[in-house]
């Protein structure tokens, strides 16, 4: 092997499963542990090791006898105490490192001169709230340096720290990495979950790097399943791949020659045991332990095999393969067993060493099928003084019955053939354990004790010889179960106050919404009814200045037409009792020229009602806006007859209160003016009469106008008009109770000539003895529009009574 000086060579010395104290209650085989154990700090001894290296299981039973712990320590004592001084340094942080937080080589008070560096193993692993082993006691005297005592942190899976001791020897950096024994389950979990083993790394340094060192892990844990039901064993491919060499303890065959890892990219060596703890195959090869140089990166591995270790025989026979037995003769096959035997004795006594003790172990397994057993002691007697073992030296077995897929036209032969294909490895039968079986049948049958912790409590009872195990166990159990369910309970508390907040927050939020909308909607119908208020007051507005203008004459004409009701009259007699009223001809057809209307004067705005009594009855004579009406031609759609061309339409306007009180003051001089000139001159008022509507005056009045219309009244007087007596008396007591009104007066006289109508009717209140119509007559329409004949008369309204007798009464004119 190449190197860089022999003061750079690193030599490590490695054994495993060294089960001090094993058979100490056997007369035969009680030094063995012991007399392996010595012989492997020789050999380090005498290879200038520079420490040695121990897997774990120093100690076969977690509470070893007093006289175990003394020999161990007297054994250490003579090999690692001296004046040689130690050719290597530890580098990294010792606290975190040993358990004494020291390594004892550099203990003023101790003079090492071969360290020892171990971890501990499942039969010596720490327990009890102290979290203590036999393997503490050595450390505590600085016979060890105990390190790879790791601890699962967290709950559930958890996580664990695996930190190097750094080793310097010249030229050559170790890392060397180690984990105790922990529960196959446990550990198999936390390396198949992602991120839950953590590897430390060493810093790089001046002196060292990263790439520098070479990494060595050493574990105590099952490689391989040892029975068909266990299943809990660590894979290679789950260790780190940055590691150079693996060293497995726990599996007691021993395999010094290193292998390449067909799961990692590094090297895997197994020691083995130094002394036989089982009756098994594995542990029937050669043991050794093995010397590994390292330096640099380069390393090698020297076996050395132990001459101490007591010779162990271990064969296997199957009795259906020997053609000479018959299974009806029991005395036969028992000759051929012991024959068997002493072969088996002859040749250990062959292969031993000088130095190994005399008596060999002898272990023979017997596959009976289809024969007969004997009995083993009675057996084992023939062999006192010549095996180590005579009670056990056969292991009678038989091949587990199959059911052939045949049914049952099969043959025992082929059940035979089948059960020894399907046969159990042979170490298994003697290293089964007790966590295995109770996988194997107390797996689905367990209530209230979870099976990993009756496994633990077992094994600690048998194993360990600690008889509060089972007590421990249930106590745990039950804690475990208690925090669980308070844990539960706490976490649905938590649930429910967090459901309650949100319900309470929802309630908050509907509360702010529903308040939100509410503005929004109030804001809303303020606004609406802000805008409605400005127009409102815009109209009014408009109004009013519509009203200081003046009204023009298509709007008076407007005004009028929504207010007039037709009125019809079917005897012209009543209107040209005295004359014909003069009439403009209809407009030409086609014609698109409006009628003319009168003008509103725009200082004239005041109402001119009038207002008489006669016989006890009130007349009332109301002016309205003004509206020119047609004198032409109508159509009579409703109730009325078609009229000939003699009929005389008048309409009569039934205004509002407010209306153009100057158009009014007109309507009545044209009244006046029309009657005036009426009897044997018409022919000459009709000359200057081009007007074709007729202003109807209907309103009522109210304060001082009265005493304007009974003027008017007085007028139709002096004019020699002849009205019935009624209507006569009536307009007499007017004009007797008021006076003509001079403003009345003038604005008749301003009024101009081409404003006047042919005709104007009034709509006052007839007296008691007012003249009944004509019997035989029928009014045509309503009150209000009379219309000529040959033309369509609008739809006519109901009227009041006094337009009605107002409709008689013209007939009486003359």
Known sequence: MASSGEDSVLRILVSTDNHLGVWEKDEVRKDDSFVSFEEVFQIASDNRADFVLLGGDLFHDNKPSRKTIVRAMEIM??????????????????????????????????????????????????????????????????????????????????????????????????????????????????????????????????????EDYFNIFVLHQNRVPHTQAAKNNLKEGALAGFLDLVLWGHEHECLADPWESVEG???????????????????????????????????????????????????????????ELDPAEPEGVQDFLERKVEAMIAEAQRQRSPTAPDLPLIRLRVDYSGFTTTNTQRFGQRFVGKVANPTDIVLWQKAPARKAKDGAGAGAAAGTAAGGAGLIRPEALDESRIEDLIGQHLLHNLEILPEEDLTEALHEFVERDNKESMKEAVARALAETQNKTLRDQRAT????????????????????????????????????????????????????????????????????QQGVSGMRLDDLDDLTADGPLPMAPPPARGSSKPPRAAPAAAAARKAAPAAATGRGKQTKLATVRQSPLNLGPSRSGSRGTQQDDNSVTVGVAAGRRGSSRAAAVKAQQKLASTFKNAGPEEEEGDEGDDVDMVDLVDSEGEGDGGSEDISDSEELEEEELEPPASRKRGRQAAAAAAPPSASASRRRQAAPASQLTGGTSFVVSDDEDAPKPAAGRRRLGGAGMLGTGGGRSQQPTPGSGSQQQASKGWGQLR
């Open 493 to 560: 508390q938590m649930e429910q106050d967090a459901d309650l907040l949100d319900v309470i927050k929802d309630i908050s939020k509907g509360r702010k919404d529903n308040a939100v909308a509410s503005a929004a909607q109030r804001a809303s119908q303020a606004q609406k009814a802000q805008e409605q208020q400005q127009k409102q007051a815009d109209a009014e507005l408009r109004a009013a200045a519509a009203a200081a203008a003046g009204p023009s004459s298509s709007m008076a004409a407007a005004g009028v």
């Open 77 to 210: 004592t003579r090999h690692c105490m001296g004046d040689r001084p130690v050719a290597f340094q530890v580098t990294s942080n010792q606290e975190l490192n040993f358990t004494t937080g020291r390594v004892n080589y550099e203990d003023p008070n101790y003079n090492v001169a071969l360290p020892v560096l171990t971890i501990h193993g499942n039969h010596d692993d720490p327990a009890g709230a102290e979290n203590l082993s036999a393997v503490d006691i050595l450390s505590t005297c600085r016979l060890v340096n105990y390190f790879g005592k790791a601890a699962i942190e967290g709950q559930g899976v958890g996580k664990l720290r695996i930190s190097p001791v750094l080793l310097r020897k010249g030229a050559t950096n170790l890392a060397l990495y180690g984990l105790g024994n922990l529960r196959d389950e446990r550990l198999c979990r936390l390396f198949q979950t992602p991120h839950c083993v953590e590897w430390i790394r060493p810093a790089a340094t001046p002196e060292a790097g990263l």
């Open 265 to 323: 990219k590094f090297h895997v060596m197994q020691p083995g045991s130094s002394v036989a703890t089982a009756l098994s195959e594995g542990e029937a090869k050669r043991k050794h332990c093995v010397m590994i140089e390292v330096s640099g990166q380069n390393w090698r591995s020297i076996k050395h095999p132990l001459a101490t270790v007591r010779p162990f025989q271990f064969a296997s026979v199957v009795l259906a393969e020997q053609l």
